[in-house]
């Protein structure tokens, strides 16, 4: 029975597909090993035989795979020494906070590495601690897909600070992460310091009106954020009227995301005043709102005067065809005077239904 366990024991893991598909692609500049119900051991063959040595490889696709902590022991050695990779996604495994602690141990010094995939991960404040700390010693990424997981406002907070003077990071996805009010505040904190976010998406969460006027005090001033995401977030009449004094003041953003919100009519008025003054904002959703005709009347009023936006999305709100109509005529005369002031402009068609 010992001479047999020992056996087993000294038997290398074999995966004859993997091994392959990995020999197939040797001097490939991208490995995609996306949904092949790879498993932890099997890491330990992408480490020595895609990775160790590899001048080549560029992206590696490990997503959708059933990799956890041990996995990601056996891909960080080699990730300690790898000058090649530049993009590594390892979106819906179960690496969780142990495994992201790995990682980061990996890439603190790492300076190839500018694109991470951790969605879906089953990580917690504790592993944002970690990313943290790889933010704020790590110089090169500039793309880290963080979304579905599990940090709350704890690690909201964890990141935000980290965020706060970083340099590298334009785009960050915080959806549905269980962040609140408080985590909303955090980050609102990082929009009046930081001077390279661009896009900021906190898609379904608990940010609620309170975690609204902290994100939207911030924007009053900030001259860095483009795009604003906020779908999903119990935001109501009293968010968009904070949303409402940010669009007096703010210059720069351009895109504005409320889906599936509670705004309503009241925060359409709300809206709409400010789009009287406000001549940046192009791209507006306001899907699933609870908008009526009433609050479409504000808008239809509104398009008459306010001729830079050249997006606006109302689907799946009760709003007669004649009304949308006559919004759809409205957006296309300024379709035609941005693209005929502006020949590099972007021209998007609006579509509203019922």
Known sequence: IIKDLLFIMSRKHRNHKLEEQIAHQKNASELNLECQQLIDQDMELVAKQALRN????????????????????????????NTTLTTLDLSNNQIGDNGVQYLVDALLNNSTL???????????????????????????????????NLIGDAGAQHLA???????TLPTIDLSNNQIGDFGAQYFADVLHNNTTLTTLNIIDNHVGDIGVQHLADALKNNTTLITLDLSVNSIGAIGAQHLADTLRNNKRLTKLILKHNNIGDTGTQYLTDALR??????????????????GAQYFVDILQENTTLITLDLQYNKIADNVIQKMNDLLKKHNGENKKNDSNSLIMTCTMLL
Do not use: P
């Not at 504790?126 to 793309?143: E, F, I, V």
């Open 54 to 81: 590899n001048k080549t490889l560029i992206t590696l696709n490990l997503s959708m795979n059933q990799i956890g902590e041990k996995g990601m022991q056996y891909l960080v050695d080699v990730l300690r020494t």
């Open 114 to 148: 500018t694109k991470l995939n951790l969605v879906d991960n089953q990580i917690s404040s504790t592993g944002a601690k970690s990313l943290a700390d790889l933010l704020q010693a790590n110089k090169k990424l500039n793309n880290l897909e963080f979304y579905n």
């Open 161 to 167: 600070i980290a965020l706060q003077n970083n340099t």
């Open 277 to 294: 003054t406000n001549k940046t904002l192009k791209i507006l959703d306001l899907q699933y709102n609870g908008i009526t005709a009433v």
